[in-house]
């Protein structure tokens, strides 16, 4: 019968609380990785504690537009006009995005 074994625990989670209060300081993961081995004697890489740090990172709220504000002063402004887009050149094929599967495929060269 094998053995259980534990689920990898990191060497760094000791140390999370000093790797938390240096990335507060906004100190680079090289540097975190050198005083960690000088304080400490713990050697890790700089990409170790970076993966370290995103793991243990709280994920980012979903970004919503905020709900329009309505009041009874102020009127709702009317949206800006958008800039009308140039008339398309009488030589373009009028239906260019479609594909039609009886005709042959043809080469559309870009005009100047």
Same mark, same amino acid.
């Given at each position: 019968?094998?053995?259980?074994?534990?689920?990898?625990?990191?060497?760094?989670?000791?140390?999370?609380?000093?790797?938390?209060?240096?990335?507060?300081?906004?100190?680079?993961?090289?540097?975190?990785?050198?005083?960690?081995?000088?304080?400490?004697?713990?050697?890790?890489?700089?990409?170790?504690?970076?993966?370290?740090?995103?793991?243990? =990172?709280?994920? @980012? /709220?979903?970004? !919503? &537009? $905020?709900?329009?504000?309505?009041?009874? *002063? =102020?009127?709702? @402004? /009317?949206?800006? !006009? &958008? $800039?009308?887009?140039?008339?398309?050149? *009488?030589?373009?094929?009028?239906?260019?995005?479609?594909?039609?599967?009886?005709?042959?495929?043809?080469?559309?060269?870009?005009?100047?």
């Amino acid at each position: 019968m094998a053995a259980i074994r534990k689920p990898f625990q990191s060497k760094l989670i000791p140390h999370l609380e000093f790797i938390r209060e240096c990335r507060g300081q906004a100190m680079s993961y090289s540097c975190i990785s050198a005083e960690l081995r000088s304080r400490f004697g713990v050697s890790a890489a700089a990409s170790t504690i970076f993966a370290f740090v995103k793991v243990r =990172a709280r994920r @980012r /709220p979903v970004f !919503a &537009l $905020p709900k329009r504000e309505t009041s009874a *002063a =102020a009127p709702p @402004r /009317p949206a800006p !006009a &958008l $800039p009308r887009l140039p008339a398309r050149p *009488a030589s373009a094929p009028a239906n260019w995005l479609n594909y039609d599967p009886d005709k042959p495929l043809e080469k559309l060269t870009p005009s100047p």
